[in-house]
C-alpha cells in the first residue's frame, strides 16, 4: 500500500502534468485559429484550379495528352506521398493517415504492384518504417521550412515531378488530413498523377477557343495544379494537427 508521502508526490506530480496539458491545449487552439483561416482560403483556389483543368482536360484524350493527365500507360509502380506531422501528443491524428497510407500499400502489394514512399513529417516515417522501411525513398523535414506556404510546397512538388520524370513511378497518391472542425479530422488519399478530376467537379457552361492551344495550356497548368494540390494538403495538415491536438490535451487535462 502507498504512504502518505508516494500519495503526496503522485498528487503533486498530476497537477504539474495537468498545467503542461492545460498549457498545451491553449497553445494549439491560438494556432487553429491561424491553421484553420489558411486552410479554409485555400480550398476555393484549389477548387477552381479543378474546375478549369476538367475543361482543359476534357478536349484532350489519347496519345497526344500530357503525361501528367493521361499517365504513362502503366500502373507497376506506385509512390504513396504520405504527410504527417514532426511532432506527436495530437491524438490519433498521424497514425490515422499512416494507418490510411499502410492500407493503400498492402492492397498494392497484393497485386502485384511496386510501392515507394515519401513521407513529408517525421512522425509518418515513424510509423511506416516498421513494415516499409525498404520502401521508403525520401523522408521530408518540415521543421526546414520556416512557414508553410506556396514556395514550401512548389519544392515538394518539384521533387515529385523530377521523380516521375526520370521514370521512377507511375501512379501518384497524397494522403492527409482534411480539416472539418476540432474534434473531426478526415484521413484523405487523392490521385495527384495522373491527375484526378473529382466526379462532382462542375464545368463551365461555355464553350472556350484556346490560345494557345489546350495541350500547351496544361504544360504550364499541370505542374500548378500538383503545387496546388501538394499546399492544400500540408495546410489542411496543418489545421487538423491543431485540432487533434487541442482535443487530445483537453481530455489530457480531465484526465488527470
Known sequence: MASLKDMRVRIASTKATQKIT?????????????????????????????????????????????????GTG?????????????????????SSIARLARDKALALKAEGKTVKFICVGKKGF?????????????????RAFKQLGFANAETIAQNILARFAAGEFDVATLFFSKFKSVISQIPTA????????????????????YEPEESE?????LPRNLTVQVLRAILENAASEQGARMSAMDSATRNA
Open 22 to 70: 492545460k498549457a498545451m491545449q491553449m497553445v494549439a487552439a491560438s494556432k487553429l485559429r491561424r491553421a484553420q483561416s489558411a486552410a479554409e482560403a485555400a480550398r476555393p483556389y484549389a477548387e477552381r484550379m479543378e474546375t478549369v483543368l476538367a475543361n482543359l482536360a476534357s478536349g484532350i484524350s489519347g496519345p497526344g495528352a500530357p503525361k501528367l493527365i493521361g
Open 74 to 94: 502503366s500502373d507497376k509502380v506506385h509512390l504513396l506521398v504520405v504527410c504527417t506531422a514532426e511532432r506527436g501528443l495530437c491524438g490519433a491524428f498521424n
Open 126 to 142: 515513424d510509423i511506416l518504417r516498421r513494415q516499409f522501411a525498404a520502401d521508403i525513398v525520401e523522408v521530408i523535414d518540415l
Open 190 to 209: 487523392q490521385r495527384i498523377i495522373p491527375a484526378e478530376i473529382p466526379a462532382g467537379t462542375k464545368t463551365m457552361s461555355a464553350v472556350y477557343d
Open 217 to 221: 495550356i496544361l504544360e504550364t497548368l
